[in-house]
Nanobody, 120 residues
Framework: QLQLVESGGGFVQAGGSLRLSCAAS????????MGWYRQPPGKQRELVAT???????NYADSVKGRFTISRDSAKNTVYLQMNSAKPEDTAVYYC??????????????WGQGTQVTVSS
């Protein structure tokens, strides 16, 4: 059974920092890319950042210069360092990964989500 488990969410004051982690486990052959999405209250889910197996990154304009995505391939883990947090960053953050399993099938997987609340 393959799963993504997020951790590190919580409360932070505006201007503060928070670090999210997401660990993938199970029948993993390779992870092609990993990323973070978020869903603010009453809004649709949106891209935050992605990182490829080669380390190339992509960020939403709203978080560029404040958030940093990184990954530890040996641990099948992706991180999101959130600095200079703003109240508009308040959302449920979801980890996403494109994973090839031992059966050589690739699929999209999601974590359960972790709440981040930024107070003004």
């Amino acid at each position: 059974q393959l799963q993504l488990v997020e951790s590190g969410g919580g409360f932070v004051q505006a201007g503060g920092s928070l670090r999210l982690s997401c660990a993938a486990s199970g029948t993993i052959f390779s992870i092609n890319f990993m990323g973070w999405y978020r869903q603010p209250p009453g809004k649709q889910r949106e891209l935050v950042a992605t990182i490829t197996s080669g380390g190339s990154t992509n960020y939403a304009d709203s978080v560029k210069g404040r958030f940093t995505i990184s990954r530890d391939s040996a641990k099948n883990t992706v991180y999101l360092q959130m600095n200079s947090a703003k109240p508009e960053d308040t959302a449920v953050y979801y980890c996403n990964a494109d994973i090839t399993t031992w059966t050589r099938r690739s699929s999209d997987y999601w974590g359960q989500g972790t709440q981040v609340t930024v107070s003004s």
